[in-house]
T-cell receptor, first 111, second 116 residues
């Protein structure tokens, strides 16, 4: 079983739609959680950290459920420019800041 | 965020040759750099942690004699793929962090290696 699992998609949604991605992680010692965005053939870029209380950044909302070992990302009012692959990333205690990446969920926002 | 450069951006080489990839931290000194590899439609996989002034730490399954890492200064780490073969064709990405306890990593633009 992969340490970080995501539905690869693709998710095809119309512009303006609300879309949610889920991610599960298997290591209960996981400590820090992030969503990264990766455009085709580019490096990943940090979208937002995920906190236990949940956090919001503009149109993006991230949630963490430690009991279920589950992370989510909600995108409201999707834009064409949101089309990318969204990577769920975790670190764990004793990992020395090593990032473990999920395979990513591909989002395509269409007119 | 930090600025990280990688050179070259892409390289095509013949099987059996060695390829060196450079990763530079342009606006802070990085005691720790990470090297990742990403195959098509797969996740980034950590290959090794590069520590300035000491030997790199390799992840399980990564051959240290094939992927040579040198972190000779606080702003430069190099990854050399020795005797490259077609199965080494991949997207190699480095990241830097100010120190091992700092959460965020800053990624370079990546190097696409194609071995013929």
């Amino acid at each position: 079983r992969k340490e970080v699992e995501q539905d690869p998609g693709p998710f095809n949604v119309p512009e303006g739609a609300t879309v949610a991605f889920n991610c599960t992680y298997s290591n209960s010692a996981s400590q820090s959680f992030f969503w990264y965005r990766q455009d085709c053939r580019k490096e990943p870029k940090l979208l937002m950290s995920v906190y236990s209380s949940g956090n919001e950044d503009g149109r993006f909302t991230a949630q963490l459920n430690r009991a279920s070992q589950y992370i989510s990302l909600l995108i409201r009012d999707s834009k064409l420019s949101d089309s990318a692959t969204y990577l769920c990333v975790v670190t764990h205690t004793g990992g020395g800041n090593k990032l473990t990446f999920g395979t990513g969920t591909q989002l395509k926002v269409e007119l | 965020g930090a600025v990280v450069s990688q050179h070259p951006s892409w390289v095509i080489c013949k099987s059996g040759t060695s390829v060196k990839i450079e990763c530079r931290s342009l606006d802070f000194q990085a005691t720790t750099m990470f090297w990742y590899r990403q195959f098509p439609k797969q996740s980034l996989m950590l290959m090794a942690t590069s520590n300035e002034g000491s030997k790199a730490t390799y992840e399980q399954g990564v051959e240290k004699d094939k992927f040579l890492i040198n972190h000779a200064s606080l702003t430069l780490s190099t990854l050399t793929v020795t005797s490259a073969h077609p199965e080494d064709s991949s997207f190699y990405i480095c990241s830097v962090t100010p120190n091992v306890n700092y959460n965020e990593q800053f990624f370079g633009p990546g190097t696409r290696l194609t071995v013929l």
